[in-house]
């Protein structure tokens, strides 16, 4: 009945950093703002502003309440260019990690994202614009437009890349949900010897496990995939409308 609102980019940026937590090493985030309601209440432009570091949920898990209330987020962009990573999991969206969570509503239109990343070693990257990991959520009634490009290069590498979530699982559900525009993968493995490396897209979810639910979700996004591996690097593509892979 009397939420948080948030009506301007710095009022959202204060989500974020607020959301941000200092790693502690131990492999269990901590839940945040549970039961913590948040309604926007205008339509927030950045595409003047860099988002480098705007995610909701940093090294902790959003459990709270955000309505989009119908206004969009526009012009979300981010780009990394030729960084490199070793034994980590990382995340991009808005959202970075959600639990209990409920996210409706929310619109982002014009949204970019492109990442290049060169010598790449034991990297899982969950990536979609509106959230990389959701457990146990519910996420309904959003809109999602833009362009993902990701080129990477290295070895034991697995990429997951989702219009509306990367990864879903858990009890969670996505419903009533719209995705549009472009996903283009791009991957080169090499040298692998730990496994498969797995390099998957879908139009709302990558990868869904659990008790997870898609219902009544559209996806009129142009899907792209390519990978390549060495005799060594075994490499799996999956990509799909709705989703690419479901256990």
């Known amino acids: ?16 950093l607020d959301s941000r937590l200092e790693p502690s090493g131990s492999d269990e985030l901590p839940l945040i703002f549970e039961g913590v309601y948040f309604k926007q209440t205008a339509d927030i432009d950045l595409s003047s502003r860099s988002v480098s570091g705007m995610n909701i949920g940093e090294y902790a898990i959003f459990a709270g309440v955000y309505d989009g209330n ?8 981010f780009q990394n260019k030729t960084m490199e990573y070793k034994n ?3 995340g991009f969206g808005l959202f970075l990690n959600s639990q209990n969570a409920v996210i409706k509503n929310v619109t982002m239109e014009d949204y970019s994202i492109k990442m290049d990343y060169s010598n790449m070693e034991n990297v899982i990257y969950r990536i979609s614009p509106l959230i990389s990991y959701a457990s146990n959520t519910t996420v309904e009634n959003c809109r999602v437009s833009g362009t993902i490009v990701f080129k990477g290069k290295g070895k034991t590498n697995s ?5 509306i979530a990367g990864v879903l699982t858990d009890n969670s559900t996505i419903n009533n949900c719209h995705a549009e525009g472009t996903i283009s993968l791009g991957v080169s493995l090499t040298n692998s010897t730990e496994g498969n490396n797995f390099v998957c897209a879908g139009g709302i979810v990558s990868d869904m496990t659990g008790a997870a639910k898609i219902s009544n979700c559209m996806n009129k996004s142009n899907i792209s995939v390519e990978a390549t591996g060495t005799s060594e690097a075994g490499v799996i593509v999956r990509s799909g409308g709705i989703l690419a892979w479901a256990e």
């Open 70 to 77: 119908g206004f969009s987020i526009k012009g979300y962009s």
């Open 159 to 163: 990429v997951y890349v989702g219009g």
């Open 1 to 16: 009945a009397d939420p948080y609102l948030i009506a301007t980019p710095e009022q959202l940026a204060k989500l974020c």
């Open 88 to 90: 980590v999991t990382l």
